[in-house]
Structures are given as structure tokens and as C-alpha cells.
């Protein structure tokens, strides 16, 4: 068969058909003939070559596949690019690959490595990975790892791991080599680099807990120490619990990571995982969450009601829960026995008995018997507010109850509710709608629908009572639906057309709650009423049942029938929503979509309709690309009709099709008497036509509208060639389009060959505004242009270059420490000018090669040394980072926070040089400069500067505390060097406030600090006993863990012990309610024999008056 034979045969063919005609030519493989059609087809234009392609994709035999290898060097980018796919896909040999990639465009060789990924063809990774390397350099060597086999990947990961861009890919492909590669790395990292690790590193981690969490979870058990848990694995935590429960809950309850638990009981799916380990463990978990009301709410919910009452016990254990008040979020989660017992309990405190609307709330909560005549009276006073309350809560109680028949009385008791003003109606609409929907029987029924007549007839029903009536509404059909109980679900329907004037008419969404086969039942159920509506050109009840089906509705067949009887509605907003809904179902769509055109062409202006023709039923594209304008209920014949289509679905039409197509477009692109955004998106448009000329934007980009020519370059690089474009684009470098010019130039350059860019881009270099020549040089060095390196040092080295452009080159060259070139600039840069110096500061360790991390930390040194503040000042933040690999950094650091000659950057500096030392890093140097401050002098109560040296001894003992609290184990060496260097108050302070309380030399230490203070004076004692108190988190000790101390410390008779006493008492006993024990250590406190002890126990209260 001819080309022209086949083309005329697929011409007036959907796209689904001719696409199983041209799959048909398999018949035809081997043979002389397919060979020369798809010869025939790759001499003439994009949709023709388009097609060859395709045939040969489909075909593969010899012959097709020597046509998708040369079709990779189309000009035509978008076939370039489809036939790479192509090729890496069924191509048996690399050799032609590696030969191609040589001088191939960048967007060429990302597409290439793409694809090898995603078809795992690791033997061609394996054959590209070393010659890419060395021609392209470790980034795009590093893009292939993941498609390597586990022993290339083993040898390569070392020296690529830096340069991979997705490090959660890498995991995903090689669990086991990246797992290697994390313990190697962890393990001769020093602790302060580790953190700096986990953050580049930690999505690799996260994806290897499907393949291994055991060692995964190792990893973090080991090597990771600074509170809480890494970024990237927080979200995996699920999946840890999973595999390993007792490990994974061991961690979340240590020390480090009990302060995180509060807030991931907002996952719904981490409570429902506890709830299934259930034992100890949640218990624990409960009691570690029992002071944020909110996440012990989610977890006690989690958990099926008869296990809540002794889950909501063993969370309050060792509380005193005597004078507790619950709120009602709390007590609605509780079991009913509980909260029985929990509100009378609580109805007998004083603090809620003393106050009447407490007394109602808590009422409530009680058996529904029991409370009646206490709300009841509330809903016959004189005031409307409080017979609005009275009703809320006589309702939501009756609701709790969970009884059916308690639901019936309390139905027929809201008569009353017919006279009364709409608010307070609304209120009690509101507590119906709250009732849990499984109460809700047909006997209901009756009383909900007298309610409803007497809401909707009263002459102030407002809309929110109709939105309530709307919700009960919608419960009750849900639960018709989900009991096959047809009698409910219509009397739902018959209330919800009462409300036919609302907006928000729906049922929800009943794919999520029918069980399989309920759906047909419903319809089944409710087809009396699905006819009627439709003889009475009513079809709310067919749209909405198929907008709360959604997919489930594509498979019933009384449903489609309804839909398709309201293509005749005479509205036209339901025309359109049923069109809508019966083109949903793929299978039928192709046939349904040329009905509904059949019956009023105008219907091409329905988005669905628009879609099913441009995707599927191709050969009635006539309908929207004719000039003719088609008249008709959607659309006026005064307007012309132009559609915006997704460019996917111009891909599947024929040439005639495309072009017919961009003549609608031009047509509006030149039209002056339409809007500028309406032109303007014409314009892009254009470009995105499969095969479009970079010709057809030309008259655009020589505009003199600013907006158009602007729209046109944005869209040159992304019509059918953008490698020709790029001379055009750059021509604009030097003119007021530099800015978008420059920019679309950079996709335009990725499909140029590489040795093609630098003659290109020189002259923008030379003579281009500052944007273009900044965005040239990047060009050359992200496109790997063999001389960029020479062109890059040449714009360097112009003693007349812009300064943002050499501020441009510095953060360009970062990421190539390799070349030498790179390296001078560097280092010029951190000698040269504050632009210049600070561009050296954005680069990080782990997107550095291992091999010159240690001259890069220098650089940054070099600058942090800098006499400009403007550049010294964010050096110092830096430091930090690198200080495993420069250890200079701490003296550093040192010397700006003990310099009191200036007084801006030392607190920068003691907050790095603190984190410094807890990594591992400077334990010396913060030491020394904590005592060159305890002895220095400095201004005493000067207008501007007083005790400097005094308060940043303080701060430095507050960021220890603070960094002790999160990293325990890390700081212990750092705090008693630098306790023995402080004044004797800042270190008891310090000592105090850093005790290891769940530790069993706790005792000791208070002990000792209590010796020390002796004969110190009440006021510097009272610091201590503060900083005493402070210091146990409430996460991380509990109250219990306390008491024995403070108890022990009550006894010593002495001020000190006395103090500490008092401190810790007034802390931590409010946290578990001032049970008996606490009360009794205050008691005692208040007859001390010391009275500064008498007195400040006394100024503590176990309750407000």
C-alpha cells in the first residue's frame, strides 16, 4: 500500500480506529512494502512522519526499528523525543545510543535517561553511566543510577551519590546499595554533619521502608539524634509501625521523640494503626498525649467504643481528677458509662455548680431520663437564647442516648417549636442534624417532617434553616440507602424537594458508603419517582443520585436511561449537567457523544461534548473547526466560536484536522476588536499544534503590541523545532523583551547541539542587557558546552563585566568544584565584593563532591572573615555546616561571640558555635570562650551597652538549656566543659535546669545542687529552684517521675531544698490535678521551718477562688 492509499483511508476515521487500522499493518512485517511506505512517510511532513512512527512502534520488526533509531534525529522535537522513548524501549543494543549522545541536546539526553529509567533497562544504564560521566559530568551520570543493576550502582553510588537529583528515586531502585551506601556515610560522618546528611538524604531512607524498614529504622536509631524524627521519614511512620510495631513505638516514646506524638495523632491512619496494636504500648501512648485535649480526643476515637472507657482510664492514671473539668469535645468521645460517670462527677464540683450554664452543658451528658426535666425547663423560659440552648442540648443528649425510641420522644416533644422564632428553631434543626445517622428509623419520619413543614412555612425561615433541614435530610437518605430501606430513602427525597430553592441539593457521596450492589437497589427502589420527574420535566433526582453515585452510577442502567430522557429538558443548565454525567462512562462515550450532536450541534460548546469529540470521535471535529458558526441553544450565531483544547488531543489529529485548527487560532490572534488575554492565549496556542512552524509566531514576534509579541516569545520555544528558533530570540537580548526573550531561549537552547551553543551565545555575552547575558552564561554551563568553562572565565575575567553577571557566574559554577576554572572563581569571589562573596555561601556539603568539601568550607571561612558585614553577617549562619570539614570554625566563632567591641553578630555566632560543639565540633573553643566572658569587663549601666559580657553568658547557658532539651545525649560533654567554666550562679542554673530526671543519678545530682546553694541568699536560690523546675519537658517527664524528688527535697528543712520544693510543686502538680500527695508536699511546705520557704509555698493555690 502507498502512503497516499493509507492516509486517504484514515482520514475520515475516529482517532480510536485509525489507530487499530495502522496497528493492523503488523500483517505486513518483514516485508519489502512496509518498508517503503515507512520510507514514503518519513519524506513528508509532521503528521505523516507522526504516523510512521507509530506504525513502526507497532510493527517492530527490523526495518521499523531502524526507522524509530533514525527517527531520534528528527528535527521535529516532539518526534525526536517520542521515537528516544521508542528507541531505548525496544532497542537491543546500546552502541547507537552512546554514539548518539555524544553531541546530542541536553533536552535529548534527559529524555534518554528518562526513559532508560522507565523501562529499567539497566543494560543500557550500565553501558551509558561511565561514558556519560565522563562526557557530561557526574550530574547526568547520576540521573542514570537508578536503571543501573544493583553491582553497577554498588561501584558507582560513592562517587555519584552527590550529584543525584532524586534521591527518593535511587532508593526506590536500589534499597540494599542505598542502605550501604547511608551506613558508610552515617557512620564517618561527625555528629554535625549528620543533620545536614538527613536533610539531602532522608528521602532516599524514606524510600527504601517498603523493601527493609528493619534497617531503615536503624539508620534513624543510630544516626540520627537531634529530636524528633527526619523530615522525610515523619510521613512513613505508618509504615514502620506496620512492619516493626515494638521497635518503631520504642522510638516514638523515647525521650527525643515522645514531643512529637501529640501531633501525629492527627493522622487519622497513625490512631487507627495504635488502636490495632492496642495493649501497653497505647496505653502509654495515650498517657504521653493526656495534656493536648485534642490529640487524646483523635486517639480515644480511634478506638472501637467498648475499649474507650478503660483506654481514657489508663491515659488519666496517677491524674487526680477530682476537680478535672473534660470539655464537651472530650466527654462526646467517651463511652457512655464513662461520660455518665465523668459528668456527674463533675456536676458535683464546685466550679460548675456555682454556674448555671455549666450546670445545663454538663447536664447533657447525663442518661436522657435523667436530664429531661432539667433542659426541658430551659426550653419553656422567656428568653429565646436560652430556650435555643435548652433545645440544643435536649436534642444532643437524646442523641447520645443512641436509642431510637429516646429519638421518637424527643421528636414528639419539639412541638412547640412551630410558634417559635426561627432561631431558636435553627438551633434545634442544628442538634437534629448532629444526631449520629445509625439512630434515624423510619417512625421518625413523621415528627421530622411536621418539623420541616413548620420551619418552611413559618415567614422567617431563614437559610440556614434550610441548609439544616438539608443535612437531616441527607442523613436520613444515606441511611435508606445503606439499609435498603426504600420507604426511608423516599421520604428523604420528598423532603429534599421541599427544599428545591437550595443550591447545596445533594445526597453526599454514596460511593464512599453503599456496599457493591447497592447502587442498583437504590435506583431499583426509587424508580417510581425517577419516571415521575421525568414525565414532569423534573430531573433533580436522577442528577443528583448520579453526581453522589459517581463512577458506580456508569454501570446502572435505569440511571443512564433517566440521564438520557434530561438531554430533552427544556432547561438548559440540566441539558448540560446530563450531558455531562451521560458522556461519564468511557465505554459508551464515542456513540453517546454523536447523539447528543445529532440532536443540536450547538452542544460542541458543552465542555464534555468538546472533549469526547477532540480525544475519541475525531471524525466530528468538522463541528467545532468549521467557520461556519453552529447556531443553537449553547451557543448565539452573532458569536464566533473559537475552543481551547488541551494539547494532548491535537495529537491525535490528522494534518487537515490541525490545520484547520490553527486557522481558528490566527483568526483570533489578529482580530483587534478582541480582549489582549483572548489574543495572547491564541498566540500560545499556536505553538502547542503538533507540527507548527516557528513561522506562524513570526508576524507576532515582529508586533508592535507589546502583549502579543511577548505572548509570541514565550511560545517560539515551544513550537515544532526550538532549535530554530533561538537565534530569533536571541536577537531580542538587547531590546525591552530581554527579560522574556532570554528566558524562553533557555528552553529553546535545550535542543540545540551543545557545540552549536557557544557561537551562539557570544554575542549575548558581548552586547546582551544584564538579564540576557546572566541567563546565557547559564545556558552554557547547564547545557554542558564543551568550551563553557573557557567562555565562562573569559566573561569572568572582563575587568568591565556587570557585577550581577559575575554574581551570576559564582552561582553557576558551584556545582562544577571539578573545574579548576570553578575553583579560581570561587576563590576570587570569596576575596571580591559583597555581591560576589555572598553567592559563595549557598552551596551545601552533601551537593558537593566528598573530595572538595573541605576546600569549599575554607572559602567559607574565608568569608566569614570578611571585614564587610553584609557578607560576614550570613557567613557566620554558614559555618555551621561545614564545620567537619574546616576545623578552624569554632575559633572562629568563638572570636566574634567573646569580641565586645561590637555588639551585631554574636548572637549568630553563639547559636552556630553551640550547635558546633553538640555535633561533635568546638567543645573546646565554647568552653574557652564562656570563661574568656566570665572574666571580662566591659560597660556597667552605659546609656547604650550594660554588663555585655554578663548577658551573653546568659545566653549562652539559655541556648545550652534549650539545645540540651532536644539532644540530650550530644550535649552532656558540652555542658560539663562549660559548667566548669562559668560563675558559680549561671552554672548551678545550668545544672538545674539540664538534671537528667528520669535518670538514676537524678537523686544525686538535686542533692548536690541543693548542698551547693547552701548559704547562698533566697533571690539567687529561687533562680536555681525556677530553672529547677523548667527544665523536665511535660513530654518527657511526667509528674510522677518528679514527686519522689520534690517530696525528698520538702524534708531537707533547708532553704534550698525548700525552694527547689516549691518550684517543682508549683510546676508539675496543677499537670495531674493536685492529687493528694502533692497537696500534702504543700502543706508541709507552708509549715517549713525556714520562712522564705513558708512564704513562697504560700503564694502557690491548688484552686482558684
Known sequence: MHADELLAEIEPLPHPDRVRRLVRLRGSAGGPDLAALLAELAGRGHYERSTALFIASAVRDEASLAHILAAARDPDAALALRAIRLSVRYALAPEPLVEGLLDAPSAMRAATYRAIRRYRRADLAGALVGPVAQRWGAGEAAALLPACDPEDAAERVGALAHAVPNRGSLGRAHPETFLDHAERELNGLAEGARNSWWHWNGPGVAATLRHDPARALGLVENYWHAGDLPQAIRPWIGTLLDAEPERTLRLLLSDRCRAMLPSLMHRRSMCDRLARIGGDALADVARTVREDDYALRRLLRSVAPGRRGALFDAAMAGVDLTTAEFGDALLDVLPRATRIREARRMLALRTVAERPDRVRAVTAYLPYEEARPVLQEVTRRPDADDRATG?????????????????????????????????VRLAALRALASVPEAVLR???????????????????CSTGTRMALLQIARAFFAQGAFRDDADLAVFAVGLMKRLAGSSHLDFGRLDRTLRRGQEHRLVEQLAPLLDEGARRDDHVLALMLVRALGRRAHGVQALQDALEKALDAREDGVIRNAITFWLEPPGTRAERVERVVAKDPSTVAVPAVLAAIAAERTDLLHLVLSDATLAGRFHRADVAYVPWLDPR???????????????????????????????????????????????????????????????????????????????????????????????????????????????LLRPVLADGKITARKEA??????????????????????????????AAIVSAVRPHMAEPVARRILGDAAQGPRDLARQVLGGWPHEIEDRWRAGYADLVVRVARSADPEVSDPALSALGRWAPWAPEIPAVLAGVLTDLGEARRWRTALFTLVTCAVGGAGTDDLAEAAATLATATGPDAEAERDLPAAQRLTALTDTLRTTARNRRDAADPVLQAVTARLPAQLALELRAATVPWTDPAASAAVDALAAECAGRAVLPVQEIAQALADGPRPHRTTPDDLHPHAERLAQRGDLPGGLFACALTARHAPRVGWPPEWRNILRALRAHPDPEVAFTAHQTHTAAE
Open 777 to 806: 552564561l547559564r545556558i552554557l554551563l547547564r547545557t554542558r558546552v564543551p568550551e563553557a568553562m573557557d567562555v565562562v572565565a573569559e566573561a569572568w575575567d572582563d575587568p568591565d563585566q556587570h557585577r550581577d553577571v559575575r
Open 649 to 759: 488531543w491535537t495529537q491525535r489529529w490528522t494534518a487537515r484536522q490541525q490545520a484547520a485548527y490553527l486557522r481558528l487560532l490566527e483568526r483570533v490572534a489578529m482580530n483587534r476588536r478582541l480582549r489582549d488575554t483572548d489574543r495572547g492565549r491564541a498566540v500560545a496556542t499556536i505553538a502547542t499544534v503538533p507540527g507548527v512552524a516557528a513561522a506562524r509566531l513570526r508576524p507576532f514576534l515582529e508586533s508592535a503590541d507589546a502583549h502579543l509579541r511577548r505572548a509570541a516569545l514565550t511560545a517560539a520555544p515551544w513550537t515544532a523545532r526550538p532549535q530554530d528558533v533561538l537565534p530569533d530570540l536571541l536577537a531580542h537580548a538587547s531590546s525591552d523583551d530581554a527579560h522574556v526573550a532570554v528566558y524562553a531561549a533557555g528552553r529553546a537552547a535545550r535542543f540545540v547541539r551543545p557545540s552549536a551553543l557557544a557561537a
Open 442 to 460: 423510619l417512625e421518625h419520619a413523621a415528627a421530622v417532617e411536621q418539623l420541616a413543614e413548620d420551619a418552611l412555612n413559618a415567614r422567617d
Open 391 to 423: 433545645y440544643t442540648l435536649l436534642v444532643q443528649c437524646a442523641g447520645r442516648e443512641r436509642d431510637p425510641d429516646v429519638l421518637t420522644v424527643q421528636l414528639e416533644s419539639l412541638g412547640r417549636l412551630r410558634n417559635e422564632q426561627d432561631p
